[in-house]
């Protein structure tokens, strides 16, 4: 990237890291309970003002695609990475923020289509490099619901705050557990004994990701709208107990029933999965992350043959205490709640049978915990 430079070398330089999920899948847009940290890999951009009132220039330095774009009159492409910076822009616009020109290139280490939200540390980088380019003075809650919008209004996919907030929140070796309604969050350090997290990446990412994800989205509505007849003071699936929802189930279709019993059971499990990492009890720590996988599996459909079979394949090893697919689904990464000492074994092991069984490499990542976005 050489976007700053000794000749100009007025500009920003940011950064803002993706994110591991421990728990809490698909709970987020339902105003539930996650709990995910940043990790130490990071979206880097650089950017400066180019002296134009409204030409925008935005390199991809890995695959060196340059995007140009004028700022009185953008709209979203049919896909590809410009739609993130745009939609960040706009959003930034939307709040007030006075843009002006200027060239940026961004590079990053954050795996793509991997469950690791490159993407959100993409929306996330932006917004902290303009915010300070132009001195827009937003705070970081406003950033983060411009990058979650940027998603929305300019990609399409209906996420929920998670990742953004995880990108911008994150604090070095502490996981947060963030309540998706209230927005209250608390750290939690993230000491894990004889265990390591590892992720291991199928490196299969499936197309339908992103419309899977808003049709959930609109079961999840479906559920709450048959849910509020017999309770109206309900106004998501957040209000639900398990009792509610097992009582519903002669009033919904199956489908709903299992959507809607995935996020209720997934908030309980958050909730505990947070004690138990409190008091080191990481046999209940793991035992939970497996009931979430075999929730997102069955009840809300949403892993895929590559991510099932990793996890089945832990499932007899007693140094794995938990096994899970991560992030939205359909492909990316399972994380491993592990013991230390059995990485390469386990490593070794699970890389050959993954790629005789599909004929994929995968790709184990130990991700160390990281602090949230910020100009470098
Ligand atoms: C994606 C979305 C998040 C969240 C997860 C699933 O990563 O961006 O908002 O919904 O899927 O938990």
């Keep these: 990237m050489d976007i700053l430079n000794k000749q100009q070398p007025d500009g920003v330089i940011a950064q803002a890291p993706g994110r591991i999920n421990l728990i809490g899948e698909h709970t987020d847009y339902n105003d539930g309970f996650v709990l995910p940290a940043a990790i130490d890999s990071n979206m880097t951009v650089q950017a400066r003002r180019n002296g134009t009132p409204s030409t925008v220039r935005i390199t991809d ?63 996330c980088s932006f917004a902290t490099a303009l915010n300070e380019l132009f001195g827009l003075g937003l705070d970081k809650w406003q950033l983060i619901k411009a990058s979650q919008h940027a998603e929305h209004n300019f990609v399409g996919t209906k996420c929920g705050i998670m990742d953004q907030f995880a990108s911008m929140m994150g604090e070095k070796d502490h996981a947060m557990l963030l309540d998706c309604r209230s927005l209250e969050f608390q750290y939690f350090p993230l000491e894990l004994d004889d265990y390591q997290l590892l992720l291991l990446n ?138 230390k000492a059995r990485v390469t074994e386990f490593v070794e092991q699970i890389s050959k049978i993954y790629r005789s069984h599909f004929g994929i490499d995968l790709t184990p990542i130990e991700v160390a915990i990281g602090d949230g976005a910020s100009v470098v």
């Design 61 to 123: 330095s890995a695959q060196q695609q340059t995007f140009s774009f004028d700022l009185r009159d953008f709209s979203p492409l049919s896909n590809g990475w410009p739609n993130y910076v745009m939609g960040v822009v706009s959003e930034l616009q939307q709040l007030g923020g006075a843009i002006g020109g200027f060239d940026a290139a961004f590079e990053s280490n954050v795996p793509v289509g991997s469950g690791m939200s490159s993407s959100a540390a993409l929306e």
């Design 202 to 339: 199928t490196n299969v990412s499936h197309s339908l990701a992103s419309s899977e994800y808003n049709t959930r989205r609109a079961e999840c509505e479906q559920g709450v709208a048959i849910l509020q007849k017999e309770h109206p003071g309900i106004k998501n699936l957040r209000d639900v107990s398990l009792e509610q929802v097992v009582a519903g189930i002669g009033e919904m279709p199956e489908h709903i029933f299992c959507r809607c019993h995935h996020v209720v059971s997934e908030n309980r499990r958050v909730l505990d999965a947070t004690k138990a990492l409190t008091r080191g009890d990481f046999k209940t720590l793991g035992e939970l992350m497996y009931q979430s996988h075999f929730s997102l599996q069955n009840d809300y459909k949403v892993s895929c043959p590559q991510l099932d079979f990793m996890v089945q394949q832990t499932l007899d090893k007693d140094y794995i205490a938990g096994s899970r697919m991560m992030g939205g689904g359909f492909g990316g990464c399972t994380i491993n709640l592990i013991e």
